[in-house]
């Protein structure tokens, strides 16, 4: 018996594309405030240093990144908002 791949639900999207440091952190800092635990989030954003920052503020709050995709122009991060 094979197992399938695990499928992630996104609850909300938020663009913060074109916003940089610490402008990101603070629109899903806000979003995760209107969420319930368990929800996870896509935000994509073109700040360089983005995904150093997530792997920060993850370790700091608790809530995981599940999946950082990156593409040419920005990167893709899901983020569940911890229990």
Same mark, same amino acid.
């Given at each position: /018996? *094979?197992?399938? &791949? ?5 609850? !909300?999207? @938020? =663009?913060?594309? +074109?916003? #940089? %440091?610490?402008? &990101? @952190?603070? #629109?899903?800092? %806000? *979003? ?5 635990? $368990?929800?996870? @989030?896509? /935000?994509?954003?073109? =700040?360089? $240093?983005?995904?150093? %920052? /997530?792997?920060? +503020?993850?370790? /700091? *709050? $608790? ?7 990156? #593409? %040419?122009? #920005?990167?893709?991060?899901? @983020?569940? !908002?911890?229990?």
């Amino acid at each position: /018996m *094979t197992s399938s &791949p695990m499928v992630l639900v996104v609850s !909300k999207k @938020i =663009d913060c594309r +074109w916003m #940089y %440091d610490p402008l &990101p @952190i603070f #629109y899903l800092q %806000d *979003t995760l405030a209107q969420s319930r635990s $368990g929800e996870i @989030i896509e /935000m994509l954003s073109n =700040d360089p $240093g983005s995904h150093l %920052d /997530m792997q920060a +503020w993850s370790k /700091m *709050t $608790g809530h995981a990144v599940l999946e950082v995709q990156y #593409y %040419d122009d #920005y990167h893709r991060f899901l @983020i569940q !908002k911890k229990s």
